[in-house]
């Protein structure tokens, strides 16, 4: 059994990833589909990227997992995110919804709020993307976030209750919320926000930590909660060396292939917070 400390649990869940190479299937935008492969390869995942409508909901049924990212919404993936979706959740396996530029936009808007009732294992956004899904905002400026995580708990816990889902609030710091826990994490560099697809690239890694951690005793709070800590180790990390930010995302990209479940958690803070009353 996994001993029960938020470190233990946490560690737990990076050596499941490196004992399984998860196979992670993600229908993610045309933006950040390479460095969404690299980042799944470096970690030791098995990357594919499958968004035709007919053939995706075949593979979702049979990876180890699904990241859906609306970050590029051609009508072809506006297809294939829900039936992918529904496939992963009647197959059991867990997926991601990544809910990028939701708010105003009338085309992924309604599209995430739709995938929402699919049975996502984990949601991961910016703290306006996810004040967005939980109705008590707008959405940011495009892909950046205009609120703060602090700001958007109390959305983040309702949406979690309201889906089942975990979810993560990244910025500054992170917030990962599932049902009675919260915990904040404080790790990664400024940096890692000037290099296109980090975000985009953790839903692909909490997906393969979701999936590597399936028939384990580890909650689905200790994988996303392990896929942020290993994303923003490994910013702490290439920022040391970095004398901008093309070393640093290659530096990044190196960290990510290097580092094991200890340094991670000697370059990582956690703070578990009490339920709200």
């Known amino acids: 059994m996994t001993t029960s400390t938020p470190e233990n649990r946490l560690r737990s869940a990076l050596e499941a990833l490196s004992g399984h190479s998860p196979l992670v299937h993600c229908i993610t935008n045309t933006v950040v589909q390479q460095i969404t492969a690299d ?34 919404v051609a009508e072809g993936q506006v297809q294939a995110m829900p039936a992918a979706a529904r496939a992963a959740r009647d197959a059991g396996r867990p997926w991601v919804l990544d809910p990028v530029a939701v708010g105003s936009l ?14 996502p ?26 609120d703060t995580v602090e700001a958007v708990l109390d959305a983040a816990r309702d949406l979690s209750a309201r889906t089942g889902a975990v979810v993560a609030v990244s910025g500054e710091r992170d917030a990962i919320v599932s049902a009675g826990r919260t915990t904040v994490l404080t790790s990664g560099d400024a940096l890692l926000a000037r290099v296109i697809g980090t975000g ?23 994988a996303v909660l392990a896929a942020h800590a290993l994303h923003g180790a490994a910013g702490t990390l290439a920022a040391r060396g970095a004398q901008g930010v093309g070393s640093f995302a290659v530096g990044w990209l190196d960290a990510l292939d290097t580092l094991t479940p200890a340094d991670v958690l000697e370059l990582v803070g956690l703070q578990e917070q009490a339920a709200p009353a």
């Open 39 to 72: 980042v799944l390869l470096a970690i030791g995942a098995a990357p594919a990227m499958v968004d035709h409508a007919q053939e995706a909901p075949v593979f979702a049924a049979a990876a180890d997992a699904l990241l859906v990212n609306t970050g590029t």
């Open 106 to 119: 009338p085309v992924r808007t309604p599209l995430a709020h739709e995938l929402l009732t699919l049975g």
């Open 121 to 146: 294992a984990a949601v991961r956004g910016n703290a306006s993307e996810i004040a967005a899904l939980a109705g008590t905002g707008g959405g940011g400026r495009g892909v950046d976030s205009t």
């Open 200 to 222: 985009c690239a953790l839903g692909a890694t909490c997906a393969a930590l979701l999936g590597s951690s399936r028939d384990t005793d580890l909650t689905p709070h200790d």
